[in-house]
């Protein structure tokens, strides 16, 4: 074998390795098509540590619930329909676990630290449970959350809106255990009765 064959052998499986590590990185995407079951549970290396400010102007950190589940969800105050619509069964579910509701922290996160501050937070929250504990932050801390959870969320240019854009982003329910690690996810609109099943089941003792 020549210089040039080595070469070729090289490149080749250089290429090989690229392309099976971009495979399984997007196979493994929370977001590809493999959520239809409304909740999958696979280790998918989701969730990590924020310092965060909640509706009230306090400082909030991940390792606060260490002693609850979190459901943790990243949306923004003035999203016109897919926020609220999770943010209501989100309410529901918080009734509907009764007193097993003591072991679930509920967070919202926002991903328009611009616009939302704690004084905007705290009047959006009060459509809702007031389990929810509703964080922000600097446009640095909120990056660092949104990369833990593997977030999307893109600025749009919206001529309607007072600011002049909307927020496209990724609408997931992360159920998180007492570690602070990821159990499972439940997809944009899936009913509370669904969610309080699946979460009723985990957290037993
Ligand atoms: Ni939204």
Known sequence: ???????G??????TAAVCFFAFMAIWRQPTSSAVSPSFVREGVGIGGPFMLTDQNGGKVSDTQFRRKWMLVYFGFT????????????????????????????????SVDPERDTPEQLKTFAS????????????PEEIKQAMSAYKVYAAKKEDKASALG????????????DRDGKYYAHFAHG??????????????KP
Request: net charge negative; aromatic share 10%; charged share 20%.
């Open 190 to 203: 899936t009913p509370a009765e669904e969610m309080a099943k699946v979460i009723k089941e985990a957290i």
């Open 1 to 7: 074998m020549n210089l040039k064959q080595a070469r």
């Open 9 to 14: 052998i090289l490149w080749w499986g250089v």
């Open 165 to 176: 854009y909307t927020v496209d982003h990724s609408a997931f329910l992360y159920l998180m």
């Open 127 to 138: 459509n809702f449970s007031p389990r929810i504990v509703f964080l922000t932050g600097t």
């Open 78 to 109: 003035s999203c016109p329909d897919v926020c609220p619509t999770d943010l209501l069964q989100i309410t529901r579910l918080m009734d509907l676990l009764g007193s097993d509701a003591d072991a679930l922290a509920p967070l919202f996160i």
